[in-house]
C-alpha cells in the first residue's frame, strides 16, 4: 500500500525546495510551483518509472514539463530522486546554471525545452507516437500541463491527433489552479467543462482534488490501466496552495514570496527527503530493416522538379537508413513525400493539417534518435515558427522541407506561396537553409541533411527546372555553383532557386552585347560560400542578386553579409518581389515581381550605366 504520509510530506518539500529555489534565483514561479506539488510527487513516489542514473535508457518513461515556468517544482524533483544536489537547486537561475528559468536538454533526463506554452504537450503527443510505432517500447508519456495553455490552439492538436491515433501510453495532468498571469482562467474551476472538451476528442478524462494524495493515486491508477485511449486528469488545484499570504491569490505570478522563511515554516520547514524512483524494465528499441539501395540521378537536360527529387530522395535514404522517419501535413502527394509513404509505410506520419502538431512530434522522434523529416507547403511552416523556434531551443536536429516556395507556383495566389522562409529559417539559431535548383543538388543536399546537427531547411519548388548539375559534382552544405566565369566578367549575377534560370538567360542576353558576367548558383544560403562571393565581388565591378523572396532576409540579405567583410566592396543590388502578387501564370508572375530575365538585364544595364 502506498505510504500517503510519506507523500505529503514529500509534497511540502517539493513546496519548499520551490520557495528556496526561487528565492536563491531572485525570480521564477514558486506559485505555479506549490500548486502541483502534490500532483508530482504522487508520479514520482508510485508511478515514473525512469531510471535517472542512466538517462539515456531507452526503456525510461518521459516526463515533460509543458508548464515550463514551474521549472522549481521540476528541479525539485531532480533533487528529491538524486539527480542533483542541494548545492545545484540553489543555483536556480544563476548564470552558468544548468537550471535554467525554464528546463532545457542541459540537465539531463529533459527531453525537450518547455517555457512557450502549448509546446510540451504536442511533442509528448511525438513521444507517445514514437513509443508506439517506432521505439515498439511500453514507455509511457507523462505531461505536466497547466490551464492557461490550454487556451492554445497548438494544444488541442495535441489532444486532437492522440485521440485519434489511441495513444495509450500517454497521460497527461492539468493542473488546473484557476489564475493566469493576469487573471482567472477562461474556464476556472470548471473540471466539468474541461472533462467535456476532452471526452468529444476521444480521450478518457478524469477530474479531481489535486490536492488528494489518495485521489491522485487512484486517478494515476486508472490512467496506466486504460488501454485504448490517452487518460488526461484535469485536478483542481490552488496556486501557492500551503502558504496563506499567496495562497489562490491573484498578482503573486513569476514572483518569489515576499517571506520565504515564514514561507517555509509554514510549510513545515526544510526536509531532505528522497524517492526510489522505479526504473523501467530493460528494452531495447526497433531498429527497421533496409534494403539498400542508392540516391537517385538525373541526366544533365531533364526537366525535373525539386519536390519530386526530394520525395526520390527519401526513398532511397530510407533504404539506406532504418532510423529515417518521414510526417507530412496531409499534403505528401504536393511535397511528394508520398513516396516515401509508399515505400516505408511503418515509418511515415501523417499529421493532417496541424504544422504545430507536425513539427513537435518531429521533435519527439529525434528526440528518440530518430532521423526525423517533415514537410508541408513553406508558406504553412510560417505557422509553425515559434514551435521551430523551440526546437532549436530544445538543441533539436531536426529536418524540413517547405515546397512551393514563391511566386513561380503560378496561379494558387499568394496564401499559398512561401516569401517569407528563407528570412524565417536564416534567423534560427544554428540552423541551415538550402534552396537547390535542380534534382541531383536536391539529392545530394538531402543525404546530407540526414547528418546535420541543428536545424535544417530545404526550399523546393513546384514547378520543373533543367538539371544542369551533374550527379558526381560535389554538392555541399556551404557550396556554391560558378555557371559561368571569366577574367573579363563585369558584373556578378547570384541566383537561387527558380532564379538560376532566370539568371543564365539574363547573362546570355548581356554577353550577346558584349556585357561579360559571372553566374553564381547560391544553393546553400545558411551556411553561404562566402569565399566564392568575396572573390566573385573584388573580381566584378558590381553585385545583382535575384531571388524569388520578399526583399527582407533573404538571398540579398544573406549576400550582402556574407559581403560585409570585403573593404572594398562593390555595389550590391537586390532583385526580389516588392509587391503583394497574385493569380497568374509563373512566367507572368516572375515578370510582374521584377525577377525574370528581363528585369535582370535591365537592372544589370542600370548598374553598369
Known amino acids: 500500500m502506498p505510504d500517503h504520509d510519506f507523500r505529503h510530506e514529500l509534497a511540502q518539500q517539493l513546496r519548499v525546495d520551490s520557495v528556496r529555489a526561487s528565492d536563491a534565483g531572485g525570480s521564477g514561479h514558486p506559485t505555479s510551483s506549490m500548486s502541483a506539488a502534490d500532483l508530482m510527487a504522487v508520479l514520482l513516489d508510485g508511478y ?22 514551474a521549472s522549481p517544482l521540476y528541479y525539485a524533483m ?4 538524486g539527480a542533483i544536489t542541494d548545492e545545484e537547486l540553489l543555483s536556480f537561475r544563476s548564470f552558468g546554471s544548468r537550471l535554467e528559468g525554464h528546463p532545457t536538454p542541459r540537465i539531463p533526463p529533459t527531453d525537450v525545452a518547455t ?3 502549448g509546446y510540451g504537450l504536442p511533442v509528448g503527443v511525438g513521444l507517445a507516437l514514437t513509443g508506439k510505432r517506432l521505439d515498439q517500447l511500453p514507455y509511457r508519456v507523462w505531461v505536466l500541463c497547466g490551464d492557461s495553455e490550454m487556451a492554445e490552439g497548438s494544444i488541442w492538436e495535441a489532444f486532437q491527433h492522440a485521440g485519434w491515433a489511441g495513444l495509450d501510453n500517454l497521460t497527461v495532468i492539468v493542473d488546473v489552479n484557476r ?5 482567472e482562467t477562461m474556464l476556472g474551476w470548471d473540471l466539468d467543462g474541461y472533462v467535456a472538451r476532452a471526452e468529444a476528442f476521444g480521450w478518457k478524462a478524469i477530474a479531481i482534488d489535486g490536492h488528494d494524495v489518495q485521489a491522485i493515486d487512484a486517478a494515476l491508477a486508472q490512467a496506466t490501466s486504460t488501454t485504448d485511449r490517452p487518460t488526461v486528469i484535469f485536478a483542481r488545484t490552488h496556486k501557492g496552495h500551503g502558504v496563506k499570504a499567496v495562497d489562490d491569490q491573484p498578482g503573486k505570478h513569476g514572483k518569489p514570496l515576499e517571506e520565504p522563511a515564514e514561507a517555509i515554516e509554514e510549510l513545515g520547514g526544510v526536509r531532505s527527503l528522497s524517492v526510489t524512483v522505479q526504473t523501467p524494465r530493460p528494452g531495447s528499441p526497433c531498429r527497421f530493416s533496409t534494403d539498400g539501395g542508392a540516391l537517385p540521378r538525373w541526366e544533365i537536360g531533364e526537366e525535373v522538379a525539386t519536390r519530386q527529387a526530394y520525395g526520390k530522395a527519401l526513398v532511397e535514404l530510407g533504404g539506406l537508413r532504418g532510423d529515417v522517419v518521414v510526417l507530412d501535413g496531409e499534403v505528401s502527394n504536393s511535397t511528394m513525400s508520398e513516396l516515401f509513404a509508399k515505400a516505408h509505410p511503418d ?3 501523417e499529421m493532417f493539417i496541424a504544422e504545430q502538431q507536425m513539427i513537435a512530434a518531429a521533435v519527439g522522434m529525434q528526440a528518440r534518435n530518430w532521423v526525423a523529416f517533415a514537410s508541408t507547403f513553406g508558406a504553412f511552416l510560417t505557422r509553425a515558427h515559434d514551435f521551430v523556434r523551440m526546437a532549436a531551443v530544445s538543441r533539436a536536429d531536426l529536418r524540413l522541407c517547405g515546397s512551393h516556395a514563391g511566386v513561380s507556383i503560378g496561379e494558387d495566389g499568394p496564401s499559398q506561396m512561401a516569401l517569407e522562409d528563407i528570412a524565417m529559417f536564416r534567423a534560427i539559431h544554428g540552423s541551415t537553409v538550402l534552396h537547390p535548383s535542380d534534382a541531383n543538388q536536391t539529392a545530394a543536399l538531402v543525404a546530407e541533411m540526414a547528418t546535420l546537427p541543428g536545424i535544417s531547411y530545404l526550399r523546393t519548388l513546384r514547378g520543373k527546372t533543367p538539371v544542369r548539375t551533374s550527379p558526381d559534382e560535389n554538392i555541399r552544405v556551404g557550396g556554391s555553383r560558378v555557371l559561368r566565369s571569366s577574367s573579363d566578367d563585369v558584373l556578378t549575377i547570384v ?3 527558380i532564379t538560376v534560370s532566370e539568371a543564365e538567360k539574363a547573362a546570355d542576353v548581356l554577353e550577346s552585347s558584349g556585357i561579360r558576367v559571372r553566374v553564381i548558383d547560391c544553393y546553400s544560403l545558411k551556411p553561404i560560400d562566402g569565399d566564392t562571393l568575396l572573390a566573385a565581388a573584388a573580381e566584378t565591378r558590381a553585385v545583382l542578386t535575384v531571388e524569388d523572396h ?3 532576409g533573404g538571398l540579398g540579405d544573406a549576400v550582402l553579409d556574407a559581403l560585409a567583410q570585403s573593404s572594398a566592396r562593390p555595389p550590391v543590388r537586390k532583385l526580389a518581389v516588392g509587391g503583394m502578387p497574385v493569380s497568374g501564370k509563373p512566367d507572368e508572375l516572375m515578370h510582374a515581381a521584377h525577377i525574370d530575365a528581363e528585369a535582370v538585364v535591365e537592372a544589370a544595364r542600370q548598374m553598369l550605366g
Not at 59 to 67: E, Q, T, V
Not at 179 to 183: C, E, F, M, N, S
Open 78 to 81: 531532480l533533487k528529491a530522486a
Open 179 to 183: 489564475l493566469g498571469q493576469t487573471r
Open 115 to 117: 517555457g512557450s506554452l
Open 347 to 349: 515509418r511515415y506520419f
Open 550 to 552: 520578399w526583399p527582407e
Open 495 to 497: 541566383a537561387c532557386g
Open 48 to 69: 515514473l518509472r525512469l531510471d535517472y542514473a542512466t538517462p539515456d535508457n531507452p526503456a525510461n518513461d518521459h516526463l515533460i514539463f509543458s508548464k515550463g515556468h
